[in-house]
């Protein structure tokens, strides 16, 4: 059974081009000019501007401009964002399942980049938001740390990707070519090669469960899951994919 939108204009992936591509232009055109003061807003946390600090401010930004972009656009064609799945899942075992489901995605994917890095270990390399969350060492940055890649990504990259694009392809392909093409999509725009595989497993997990729950927000418990296990692992046991 496919998603149903009820819309007065069809939402696209022209729609969600315009809504990614601008925020990585506005974001970096903000912070460059420092028309967003981030280092600035950063010193004003505890423990003053670091790289934990700038993470948190610099997901303030983005996740409030892709947001507003996905609220802009749906307000543009007639929608809204219930129709594009931002509803509690009707049963609420869905978020225990959620949970669940993050946790042995992000496990999956470590077992994955594991053997990948076995293979290719010339080729292994860490991300960016793995050398930041390493330096984590007291409470404030475990929050910080936490509201940035547990809570804020998740949400606005649910939003992107299961919401806005998902239902956009699905309106012209179907629900299957959706998950495989959103899934590659989510994959690749992590900017990693050597983690497109994993990235496309979790991906794929994600919109199964979409397909599963009906509802982003369950999908959000689950992203979020697999995000906060992961920073676990990275600031306690100091186990990275």
Not at 37 to 63: A, K, R, Y
Not at 68 to 81: A, D, E, K, N, P
Not at 187 to 211: D, E, K, R, S, V
């Amino acid at each position: 059974m496919e998603p149903e939108i009820n819309h007065k204009k069809q939402i696209s992936v022209i729609d969600w081009l315009v809504i990614y591509i601008s925020t990585v232009v506005l974001v970096n055109f903000l912070v460059d000019h420092q028309l967003y003061p981030s280092q600035w807003i950063s010193s004003l946390l505890p423990g003053g501007m670091n790289d934990v600090n700038l993470l948190f401010v610099h997901e303030i930004l983005q996740c409030g401009l892709i947001v507003g972009g996905v609220l802009l656009f749906l307000h543009i064609r007639g929608t809204s964002i219930q129709q594009i799945g931002w509803q509690a899942p009707q049963n609420a075992q869905n978020y225990v399942r959620a949970i669940v489901y993050g946790v042995l995605t992000c496990s999956l994917m470590l077992m994955l980049s594991a053997f990948l890095t076995q293979i290719f270990p010339q080729w292994a390399a860490t991300q960016n938001v793995v050398s930041t969350a390493l330096q984590v060492d007291t409470a404030w940055g475990i929050l910080a740390a936490f509201l940035s890649v547990g809570v804020m990504a998740p949400l606005c990259e649910e939003l992107l990707f299961r919401g806005y694009l998902f239902h956009a392809v699905n309106q012209k392909y179907g629900t299957w070519p959706s998950v495989i093409i959103t899934s590659f999509i989510f994959a690749a725009i992590h900017g990693q090669w050597f983690q497109l595989l994993p990235l496309f497993m979790a991906g794929f997990f994600l919109n199964a469960f979409y397909l599963h729950s009906r509802s982003l927000i369950a999908t959000v418990f689950m992203h979020s899951a697999w995000n906060t296990f992961s920073l676990y692992l990275i600031v306690s046991l100091n186990v990275y994919v």
